[in-house]
């Protein structure tokens, strides 16, 4: 095996082309004409609530911190504004209604944090994607997010009612001095409290988040929140790696070597994996673990990678077959706040305003990425049959270049490409290295705000 000299945490790649790579669109083409022609048989739909109780230290996502002078009302006003443009635009081909074209596959709510909306805004929330994009939320898997302060009784019920199969909840740690240096203050007993109301609501599936390489964080702690979380047996658990962004808490703070840092997240991602496969789960992706036989969230278990991806809300990303398009994207809380206002204020929601194309060239790197970071690999048949050509063939040098660094498993099964342990464990490192060099270029040139 090659020595690899290549650095783990390079970027988590959930989306590609990642919205640093988009641009205003010059054209504002209309949605109609987006949509057509598009298969509009098994869309995913996401709704995006851009508010928190409070910003945590590693959060650079799209949210702002509470919501004053009933801004989560207009926010939901201009949403059922937008829901209506884009069911009409969905509609424009002639299909009069969802039983001849237009069906919703899986769904999911995330922020931000949803919880941060009242019981009866939720039921609102659920509205719009019921009576306004005609998803039929009872018979599809349905995903929110949640948080150990807004998990409240009352909301979960009304999430459990409306036919909530998945509920994720950010623990993070359980040891509340690793929690505090995350810049995310709770206490051990409130993140239990609100775990115990989840499983009480009788939701299918829980996923826990945890994070591993926090300022103080030992093999010790980091097993003991792995205990902490695997005592409610949820259906799924998430490790992430900690990143300390631009613009976030984390990132304006001294941090050890790179190097140091790196040797510590890779132990503890060993440590963590290790012990979760002891315990019965199975491995989907670097980041993701599942216990054998929970019930399964969609074709990518929300990796928000499918084409017919519609995303509603200021932080929402919508995919199509030829373009990815969403509103600005900020870190900043001054201008994440103006992007709200402005969303707010929005009165025609017709025409996509930022996004990027994807050419036949990003269509297959994109297809590499999102299966190739999942533990099962991806079929080259697969592959072949969608673009007529072989993985080897378009990317050689890059599936070259990962065998040497013995992140391909050469000894699985003909015909499937799949990483090895140390590929998933470089996972961060893997997939940035399949950028290609226009995105790489535009993710280079844009400038945090």
């Known amino acids: 095996m090659t020595t690899n000299t290549t650095r783990p945490y390079e970027s988590y790649v959930y989306a590609y082309p990642h919205k640093t790579a988009y641009r205003p669109l010059a054209d504002r083409p209309a949605l109609s004409d987006l949509w057509a022609g598009e298969r509009k048989d098994a869309l995913s739909l996401y709704l995006h609530i851009p508010f928190c109780e409070v910003r945590c230290g590693f959060c650079n996502l799209f949210t702002r911190i509470g919501a004053p002078d009933e801004l989560t009302t207009r926010y939901l006003d201009a949403l059922d504004r937008q829901a209506t443009a884009v069911a009409d635009a969905l509609h424009a081909d002639g299909a009069p209604d969802s039983t001849t074209g237009v069906r919703f596959a899986a769904a999911a709510f995330g922020g931000g944090t949803p919880t941060f909306l009242t019981a009866g805004e939720l039921e609102r929330l659920c509205d719009i994607a019921e009576k306004r994009m005609g998803a039929d939320l009872r018979a599809v898997p349905l995903s929110v997010e949640t948080s150990p302060s807004t998990a409240t009784a009352d909301r979960l019920s009304v999430l459990a009612d409306r036919g909530a199969t998945r509920l994720s909840i950010g623990v993070q740690s359980f040891v509340e001095e690793e929690a505090k240096a995350a810049v995310r203050p709770q206490r051990r007993s409130d993140v239990e409290a609100a775990l115990g109301r989840i499983r009480d609501a009788r939701i299918p599936v829980l996923n826990i988040d945890l994070i591993y390489g926090i300022d103080g964080q030992t093999p010790e702690s980091w097993r003991l929140s792995l205990d902490a979380a695997l005592a409610w047996r949820p259906e799924e658990l998430y490790l992430y790696p900690l990143y300390a962004r631009p613009l976030t808490p984390l990132g304006r703070r001294a941090h050890p070597s790179e190097a140091d840092w790196d040797a510590q997240r890779l132990d503890l991602y060993r440590r963590g994996r290790d012990h979760l496969l002891a315990h019965g789960y199975e491995q989907v992706s670097m980041r993701m673990f599942r216990l054998p036989g929970a019930p399964r969230e969609g074709a990518d278990d929300y990796a928000c990678q499918t084409d017919g991806m519609i995303g509603l809300g200021c932080g ?42 994807v050419d036949p060239d990003e269509a297959r790197r994109r297809h590499l990425l999102q299966s190739l970071l999942q533990a099962k690999g991806m079929a080259v048949e697969d592959y072949r049959e969608r673009f007529g050509s072989r993985p080897g063939d378009d990317f050689r040098a890059e599936l070259d270049r990962f065998a040497g660094l013995g992140w391909l498993n050469t000894g699985s099964e003909p015909g499937v490409l799949r990483l090895s342990p140390e590929g998933l464990a470089h996972s961060d490192a893997l997939g940035p290295a399949l950028f290609s060099p226009a995105v790489r270029a535009a993710m280079a040139s844009y400038e945090p705000k």
């Open 316 to 357: 929402a990303r919508s995919y199509t077959s030829r373009l990815h398009y969403s509103f600005d994207y900020a870190v900043g809380m001054r201008e994440i706040r103006n992007i709200i206002d402005a969303y707010t204020t929005t009165e025609d929601f017709s025409r996509a305003e930022v996004g990027r194309a």
